[in-house]
């Protein structure tokens, strides 16, 4: 449809540059997002204006945390020495990564944690949801390890990874349960990491 069409844009035009400079890695990042586009359009389509309030809510509750979480690592770590864009760049920078972002994690993250593996630990009718929302974050934390700087201490980053992503990941895992929806922890997600990546390149 259209919505697959639009999401799928970006990254096409991109995975043409990368493949054309031989950046293998990075076109095989984009093809994800080409591929995730068609499913993440079919979750978006499912919205029904009465679901407006429910999906904010939940996209602004899974969201906060790790957005608090990089915005006070940007400060205490300073800006970039070398800045490659002004503020108003940075949010013309962190919409194009949500339009990255989104699609790719209807391939990789988002339907593999939340999607496939907290859908089956998690018990509906148990009392309480957050054990399995935590243990669920957990794993999805030590997924990142392979990501972590080579030398880096493996105790402290273990346990880096394993706090914020706690801390990120049990609003996804419920975002994702009080919707029904992908796209709800998709999209929280999503801007997560595009507000990472915008802090990255922006000089205050």
Not at 7 to 23: F, S, Y
Not at 177 to 188: D, I, K, Q, S, Y
């Amino acid at each position: 449809g259209i919505v697959a069409m639009l999401l799928a844009a970006l990254p096409l035009v991109l995975l043409v540059q990368a493949v054309a400079v031989g950046q293998w890695v990075e076109a095989g990042w984009f093809t994800a997002c080409v591929v995730g586009a068609a499913a993440a359009a079919f979750a978006l389509r499912r919205f029904r204006r009465s679901d407006t309030r429910v999906w904010l809510r939940w996209i602004a509750a899974a969201a906060a945390p790790g957005i608090a979480i990089m915005v006070v690592a940007f400060a205490l770590a300073g800006p970039p020495t070398v800045a490659t864009a002004g503020p108003a760049a940075a949010i013309v920078v962190a919409l194009q990564y949500m339009l990255l972002y989104l699609p790719v994690q209807f391939v990789l993250e988002e339907v593999s944690f939340r999607g496939l593996l907290d859908t089956h630990v998690h018990d509906r009718h148990a009392r309480h949801g957050w054990p399995s929302a935590l243990f669920v974050s957990a794993l999805w934390g030590l997924w990142h390890l392979p990501l972590a700087p080579a030398g880096a201490p493996l105790v402290a980053t273990v346990a880096q990874l394993l706090l914020v992503h706690c801390a990120v990941g049990v609003g996804l895992s419920y975002g994702w349960r009080r919707t029904g929806n992908l796209a709800v922890p998709a999209l929280a997600h999503a801007a997560i990491d595009a507000v990472r990546n915008a802090l990255q390149l922006v000089a205050l």
